[in-house]
């Protein structure tokens, strides 16, 4: 019960400290901040997450555990949490918003990847930078050797 209220406060905290969102998702999925709130609100809502289904506070456990999860970047975790929160508690506020909350996410989520694709990561970059070169190199010794090769077989 309390790591549930401890959790939930929490959430509550990152919500209020990084109003903006988009901006601290990119930073911190990105590793430019770290924010230990991230992590401790995560463990507590996941101990918190075992506890009864009747347990007053458990559908604001799992809101704030679909929350977590999706700051981390677990999508796929956020999405179940949210499915099992509008089953389960229909008749809470979050429970009524978990839907149009999964829907949100599900777009979130596709238009992210969607932008990964139009701009790719550094290191793909850095790839198509030296991959020429090595084909070229590798180009350069096999006509170097072809020459030596047939000279080598007509001696024979």
């Known amino acids: 019960m309390a790591a549930a209220r401890l959790g939930a406060e929490e959430t ?3 919500e209020q400290k990084y109003p903006e969102g ?3 998702l990119d930073q911190y999925r990105g590793g430019k901040i770290e924010e ?3 992590e401790r609100a995560q463990s507590h809502l996941s101990k918190a997450y075992h506890l009864p289904d009747e347990f007053p506070m458990r559908a604001e456990v799992l809101s704030g555990l ?3 999860e999706y700051v981390r970047g677990h999508y796929q975790k956020a999405v179940g949490l949210l499915d099992e929160l509008a089953e389960k508690y229909p008749e809470t ?3 009524r918003k978990a839907p149009r909350w999964k829907q ?3 777009e979130l989520h596709r238009r992210e990847l969607a932008q990964a694709w139009q701009s790719p990561p550094e290191r793909w970059t850095a790839f198509w930078l030296v991959f020429p070169i090595v084909v070229l190199g590798i180009s350069g010794v096999c006509l170097f050797l072809a020459p030596r090769e047939k000279a080598l077989n007509r001696s024979k």
Request: hydrophobic share 40%; net charge negative; glycine share 12%.
């Open 93 to 95: 506020e979050d429970g």
């Open 12 to 14: 509550k905290e990152l």
């Open 36 to 38: 230990p709130l991230v």
């Open 104 to 106: 949100e996410l599900v």
């Open 66 to 68: 679909a929350r977590t």
């Open 22 to 24: 988009g901006k601290f």
